[in-house]
């Protein structure tokens, strides 16, 4: 890309500070030809830009589309005895490099922890440290002597969305009258629930199954966790959430399954407000990655699924059946991934989680936009517009629009690129993508109208990334 720079008298310095030149600018409504200019890190005007600028970059040949938001990250997590591998900066530097400018990453309370002691915890590990800006959700793993009484305050500080378990059993799950609950006050507040919909207690039943019979190779977590388990969890938490009223918010996160997908839009069609988020390793990958040597690296919560269920994850993607994408980037080493042992621990004793938040943008663009499954259009609806809407960062994130934040992917059509921990940055050395190849990548990612990402580099400084406060969801 062509930056070039224009030295003008401060007298005539009009107001922009950067014009992005002759770029194909794609929004969810249609693609736009023209210019941006920029103004103190927001968008200013779109079309012919004739003003004066100091700075112009040509973005000829090239993409333009809202920064993408990672609605589902967990950086910096406890769980299972592990630290995730990726802390704000290594994660943030992840999504930057992705053209994810913005992340919504999960407050995990500790046993015991009050929410907003969480909240403040998880502030500051992410704010000295994130190159992308940031909202957050707040994971609800208990009701403690005080956690309803704080629901509105934790609203108050921007934290607008919750997330609520349905599985792991003794470490997250939450009773139904509990979810039940939480709902209800979640929703009286104007907040949106997401829910890890699975059977837990089913769940566990197989695990002891299997182990009871020396069955432990990972392959058996894919096995304990049938499809069947995520739809009657989805199911049910509709159905308890339908209770509550037509007024509940509620999305369910990493969905699975084709019919969990549909429980949820038969609910939206009765004039409900619930929603499914996918990810991109649903979407690309399948359970036979599960019976390869390094399987331990493939093992997440619910786990890949068949071929049969890629496809109907794919076409209720393309029918708008599907809200977000997500990509649940939890990432552990290889040590972690296997407790620090020689051998592969049992498949339940494997940290869930795998890396996405970089492979995101390549791996729905290729195969999804450039195969023709789903449209340019419906490719920036699931990874800016909805997420934006679903967390209350619209209309400041997740569209090109005057006075929203300058935040750009800028994506090469043409650019070819073997997938492989080279040309990644997480702190990993591996990737479960290794040898992908697409065609189409993340040139250059700009936040707030700074250059944070280009030629593979990310040079956007740590902690200059802003938290986000999200503020009343919208949901259509
Ligand atoms: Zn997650």
Redo the contacts with the bound molecule.
């Keep these: 890309m062509e930056i070039s720079y224009k030295y003008i008298r401060t007298k005539e310095l009009m107001s922009l500070d950067i014009v992005l030149k002759n770029a194909k600018i794609f929004t969810s409504s249609g693609p736009i030809e023209g210019d941006i200019g920029i103004k103190d890190g927001k968008i200013v005007k779109i079309g012919d830009i004739q003003e004066q600028y100091i700075k112009t970059i040509d973005l000829s040949g090239k993409y333009v589309i809202p920064g993408l938001i990672d609605g589902?990250t967990?950086m910096e997590f406890p769980f299972m005895s592990e630290i995730t591998a990726d802390d704000f900066y290594y994660g943030t530097k992840a999504s930057i490099a992705g053209g994810v400018t913005t992340i919504v990453d999960?407050v995990t309370p500790s046993h015991g922890q009050d929410l907003i002691s969480a909240y403040e915890k998880w502030r500051g590990n992410a704010d000295p440290k994130v190159v992308s800006d940031y909202g957050l959700h707040m994971i609800i793993r208990e009701i403690n002597s005080n956690v309803l009484e704080q629901i509105p305050s934790v609203i108050n500080k921007g934290v607008v969305s919750f997330k609520l378990f349905m599985a792991y059993k003794n470490e997250l799950m939450l009773p139904d009258g509990d979810l039940y609950k939480l709902i209800k006050k979640i929703s009286d507040f104007g907040g949106v629930t997401g829910i890890?919909a699975e059977n837990g207690e089913i769940i566990n039943e197989l695990i002891q199954e299997f182990l009871k019979e020396g069955k432990v190779e990972p392959i058996y977590h894919y096995y304990s966790r049938p499809d069947i388990l995520e739809i009657e969890a989805t199911n049910r938490i509709a159905s308890i959430a339908s209770l509550v009223g037509k007024d509940v918010k509620m999305y369910i996160?990493?969905t699975s399954t084709g019919e969990a997908v549909d429980i949820i839009s038969n609910y939206r069609k009765m004039g409900y407000k619930f929603f499914n988020e996918t990810t991109p390793h649903y979407l690309t990958l399948n359970t036979e990655m599960l019976k390869r040597p390094d399987a331990f690296r493939y093992v997440m919560s619910p786990p890949l699924r068949s071929d049969e269920q890629r496809t109907k994850l794919w076409y209720r993607l393309a029918s708008g059946d599907i809200f977000t994408i997500g990509s649940?980037h939890?990432v552990y080493s290889d040590l972690q991934k296997k407790r620090h042992m020689e051998k592969v621990p049992p498949f339940n004793e494997i940290p869930n989680g795998v890396p996405g938040t970089e492979t995101i943008l390549p791996l729905l663009y290729y195969f999804g936009v450039k195969k023709g499954i789903i449209s340019m259009e419906r490719f920036i609806e699931v990874t800016s517009l909805n997420p934006a809407k679903l967390f209350g960062l619209y209309p400041q994130k997740g569209t090109i629009m005057p006075g929203s934040d300058a935040d750009f992917a800028i994506i090469d059509p043409e650019k070819k690129v073997r997938i492989s921990p080279d040309v990644l940055h997480s702190n990993i050395d591996y990737t479960i993508y290794d040898g992908v190849e697409v065609e189409g990548w993340n040139v250059m990612t700009m936040r707030r109208g700074e250059i944070v990402y280009e030629e593979g580099q990310v040079i956007g400084k740590k902690g200059s990334g802003k938290y986000i406060p999200g503020k009343t969801p919208i949901m259509m």
Aim: net charge negative.
């Design positions: 589902h967990h999960f890890h996160v990493h649940d939890c």
